[in-house]
């Protein structure tokens, strides 16, 4: 301590600075670093087994050989699926709470439940997804019960990101609506909503890029083991990315390692893709918005 | 009849009284100005008169305000329709992030017009009124918010205009702006005269002394002396409203 104490005082301003640089400088690199070498091992692992057929084909011979498409495509109706679900239900919400709630003890309420279940554990909401949806609502094992859960899981981003958004819309925009005569649902329609329809985009995008990477909460909810064909209603069970990656690496064995590193870099591609259209999104708002 | 009159119309934000028992009646096709310092509740008081004010939480009003001889804050009042009667002019140019064209329209079309030729009728009757239409009427899909300060607060009135208010509340509509385009804006008022019943809230006080027919002085929410513009300025009734104009204080 003492000695520490006296480098203290030896050093000059300078010197401390320049440590003090090195060491943020260090942690960002720490921070990077990880990013680069997963990708880079996915890519130099995982593109050999890259190709059309791996992209388009039914897995054959227990998983070991074949392509990954039900699985692909199983996330893509998960997505579409929470879209759906979770749009609609997390920006009503987002305009009650901005919009028409008052401030009273059942709204904070509200926003205190909204940021806890944000912080919930993913395989909580599996469970849930579980007991609610697959057994007491009766959906059975199914991409409906499986997009209900994910939807779950990212509403309360949605609800953020949504709120955000609208509050950014000036309030000199909602009175000059209001002035004219234009009721007030109306004025949020028209008005409100167009101009936060950027933010709550990319919020959306983000969770359901959430969504797509997930595995527990599709766990129980919808995901198939084993099913080389593609589902035939959202009351059927799918395939999926997260899991079939899961299922490649823990389950099967004598699989060969290009094919989880391919399945992986389809995954973390598509949720790459996403987060990259919401970056371009947002961009494209920062460069318009004038207000 | 007079076109708008308050009755001991008080207003609370909370606990604050921000107007005190304002009795105040407005005549039809004049301009009304209200003047006094800042924070003495002019633009409360306009905002009263087509209840904006009630946007704001924990806002209570006490006593009449008529219009056209009906209480506004009667229960049976629709504010959709008691809005698009009464229209207001903001502060800043508030245009819409949109085309100066569906700027006008915003308003007509959510009052459910939706054929196009009417509209554009009715943005080149709206323009025209505002003295844009000349400089304007081959640039009617500009972005708004591209336009000058003036123009998009004439474009801000001529978006008033295309809902065919009655009354026209404006609060200090050119403080955003340059001398040069006050004296524009003012010059419009004047036209407006003609078809609107006109209230306008400055702290400039030659702006209200050269457009309007009457003046209110307003002081920590009370309505101190109101009468002829004239009158108030050369000859006023009460010793505030004499310090006030003379620049004793405010
Ligand atoms: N939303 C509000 N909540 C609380 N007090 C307010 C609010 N708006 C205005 N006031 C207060 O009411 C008084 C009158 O305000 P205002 O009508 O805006 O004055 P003016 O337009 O004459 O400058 C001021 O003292 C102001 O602080
Ligand atoms: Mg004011």
Redesign the pocket.
Known sequence: MSLLMKLHFKMSQHTKQRIAFTILGLASAIVIVPVIVIFAILIQKGLPAINCQFLTAMPRMGMRAGGIFPAIMGTLYLVAGTIVVALPLGVLAAIYLVEYARQNFLTRMIEVAIVNLAGVPSVVYGLFGLGLFVIFLKLGVSIAAGSLTLAIMILPVIITSSKEALSSVPHSFREASLALGVSKWQTIRCVVLPNALPGILTGTILGISRAAGETAPILFTVAAFYLPRLPKSVFDQCMALPYHLYVLSTQVPNVKPALQYGTALVLVGMVFLLNFVAIVIRARIRSRKQW | MNKIETRDLSLFYGAFQALIGVDIAITEKMITALIGP??CG???L?RTLNRMNDLIDGVRVTGNVLIDGKDIYGEKTDLVELRKKVGMVF?RPNPFPLSVFDNIAYGPRTHGIKRQSELEGIVETALTHVELWDTLKDKLDRFALNLSLEQQQRLCIARLVAVTPDIVLM??PCSALDPFATGKIEELMFELKKAYTIVI?T?NMQQAARVSDRAGFILLGRLVEYGETRQVFTNPREKQTEEYITGRFG
């Open positions: 800042s924070g002019k633009s409360t306009l502060q609060d200090e809230v702290h």
